[in-house]
């Protein structure tokens, strides 16, 4: 028996108004901040909110597959917006564009997680032909995303037009904002605001609650590098994954072998519980402790003070993008508050002094004047020297609260560290994560840098007195012969221990080494380009000639090397990738 025409209308309306409810549940209020903006939304643009709204929770199953990407590629895409210092609110930007499908193909031909147009990816860095398409590269897409929206920001000063830039490109977007907005905080919308404005209002409202209360999968992304001029079946069989599931991951290749023109970052899909063991296996195969390379260049330091003998002159500096001032013999609280001509009670809580006026202050640490960050630039850290690591020195170092850097850490107050403990530093470690503990190589004594180069490393400037010097051994490369090592001295300032000299008997084998240039674009420091390709920042100093004084300019060109080299270590040659 058919069911009659009353019956089908009452089902209708009863989803009807479970819909409502459900967008109702969402009401737009009359003021949002959005990437540091204050947006005051009138009546009229409210109600397009709330339609947009109603669209993106219509249907749930599709909510739910897309919240499953949202788990998977948010930790990445936040890491990287704060690299480049781009709001975090653009990743929401990300879903907007593609839903987060490294597949999504616009009506005008756009492709990607950021959805690039192929004249514009090439434009900016991307690799787009028949091997390798980066517009589907998560790292890739999201780096040129950011150079894009940064270089509009420069002309717009504003990120909301610069927002709305990503849609009508730069020359277009004049008609769409308000001249009042430029280098505005604070700004009005209307019905007659341009849809995308509005639209990614609506995507910040509903996926900032919906993330907060949903569950995703178990499944987590492990970042592997050490990938060029390898097979996806060899990937395959070393890692002990699936070549279905790497293909999956990784739209970007159409290739079966990883290219070795540049870096790439392939995604491999684990279970939290496989992280850490899939961590010590890549560390062990190969051989160093290249996987940790984003513990290295923190804090990242810039002078302000010009140099002076006046010991009553406040020496300044820029610690990891805040204002900091150097400490100096004798310095209590009260005195280098004085000197700086800063509140007691602000340098107390910025830096986290348990002890308040009665702290310790340490000769020669830069201590901050403007309050931390609540997540680091990095998302792990990993302890190398529990003797001189402590919670707080590791939160000084990164710039991050120290409330934060517990709480990530389900820490409760600051506990001793141990040697190889991995200390989450973005988001919180899951509750069915165990603590990590790893086993770290000890780092070798010698040191690949280019001959009679002086090495600068970022370090915690109170760990080394002005003169010390530390021994490091030159391995000066050549295209046919195997290099010798020649100790030589160089003044290195960076965070050490007693290092003794080591003279190798067993020749250095290097080979397969390969020059790349790399262009310096807008945003970028020494630190994000070692981070880009996985090396150290004193390696960049050195294969340029360069230290930490130097600045860097949009267009400078830099080398890079790449290869495979050995390097003796307690009288055996240890294989690693560089």
Not at 69 to 75: E, K, S
Not at 132 to 156: G, Q
Not at 197 to 209: D, F, G, N, S, T
Not at 316 to 341: H, L, M, P
Request: proline share 4%.
């Amino acid at each position: 028996m058919k069911n009659p025409p009353i019956v089908h209308l009452t089902v209708l309306l009863l989803y009807l108004a479970s819909f409502c409810s459900v967008a109702q549940s969402y009401p737009v209020p009359e003021t949002v901040e959005f990437a540091g903006v204050s947006i005051n939304i009138s009546k009229d643009a409210q109600g397009i909110i709330q339609n947009d709204i109603k669209t993106l929770l219509g249907n749930k199953t599709y909510l739910n597959a897309k919240l499953d990407r949202v788990a998977l590629y948010f930790p990445i895409i936040e890491t990287m917006l704060a690299d480049e210092g781009i709001p975090e609110d653009f990743k929401y930007l990300a879903v907007q564009e593609s839903g987060l499908l490294p597949d999504a193909v616009s009506k005008s031909n756009a492709v990607g997680f950021w959805q690039f147009k192929k004249e514009t990816a090439m434009e900016f860095g991307l690799r787009v032909d028949d091997q390798i398409d980066e517009r589907k590269n998560i790292h890739a897409s999201t780096r040129a995303a950011c150079l894009y929206l940064k270089r509009n920001n420069l002309v717009l000063n504003n990120w909301i037009s610069s927002l709305n830039s990503y849609r009508t490109g730069l020359s277009n977007v004049y008609k769409y904002i308000a001249k009042e907005w430029y280098g505005s905080k604070e700004i009005s919308v209307t019905a007659k605001t341009d849809f995308y404005v509005l639209r990614a209002i609506a995507h910040k409202l509903v996926l900032e609650k919906e993330i907060a209360k949903y569950k995703p999968s178990d499944i987590t992304f492990f970042e592997y590098t050490f990938n060029a001029g390898k097979a996806i079946s060899f990937i395959s069989k070393e890692l002990v994954v699936s070549e279905d599931d790497i293909w999956k991951y990784n739209r970007w290749m159409s290739g079966t072998t990883v290219p070795e023109d540049k870096p790439y970052t392939m995604l491999i899909a684990l279970s939290e519980d496989e992280i850490a063991p899939m961590k010590e296996k890549v560390l062990t195969m190969n051989g160093k402790a290249d996987i940790f390379t984003e513990d290295l260049g923190f804090p990242v330091l810039t002078r302000i003070t010009a140099k002076t003998k006046n010991k009553n002159v406040p020496i300044f500096y820029n610690i990891n993008n805040k204002a900091g001032i150097q400490a100096q013999v004798g310095d209590d609280v009260e005195s280098i508050c004085v000197r700086a001509d800063f509140d007691v009670e602000d340098f107390i809580k910025f830096n986290d002094l348990a002890d308040g006026l009665d702290t310790k202050i340490v000769p020669n640490e830069i201590y901050y004047l403007e309050k931390k960050a609540k997540k680091a630039p990095v998302p792990f850290h990993t302890v190398t020297n529990a003797t001189e690591q402590s919670l707080w020195k590791v939160s000084q170092m990164y710039g991050i609260c120290l409330s934060k850097l517990l709480k990530y850490n389900r820490l409760d107050a600051p506990q001793r560290l141990v040697d190889g403990r991995v200390l989450w530093l973005q988001k919180t470690r899951p509750s069915n994560s165990p603590v990590e503990v790893i086993t770290v190589p000890n780092k070798p004594v010698i040191k690949e840098i280019a001959k009679n180069t002086e090495v600068v490393a970022s370090k915690n400037v109170s760990q080394q007195k002005e003169g010390e010097g530390v021994k490091v051994v030159d391995l000066t490369l050549t295209e046919a012969k195997e290099p010798k090592a020649t100790p030589v001295k160089e003044e290195v300032v960076a965070q050490t221990t007693e290092t003794e000299e080591f003279k190798p008997n067993i020749p250095v084998q290097i080979h397969q080494v390969t020059n790349y240039t790399h262009t310096v674009t807008s945003g970028e420091n020494f630190y994000s380009i070692a981070r880009k390709y996985n090396i150290s920042v004193s390696d960049v100093w050195a294969w340029n000639k360069m230290n930490k004084d130097v600045k860097l300019g949009i267009g400078k060109k830099l080398l890079i090397k790449f290869g495979h080299y050995y390097e003796p270590t307690s009288g055996t040659l240890a294989q690693g990738t560089k």
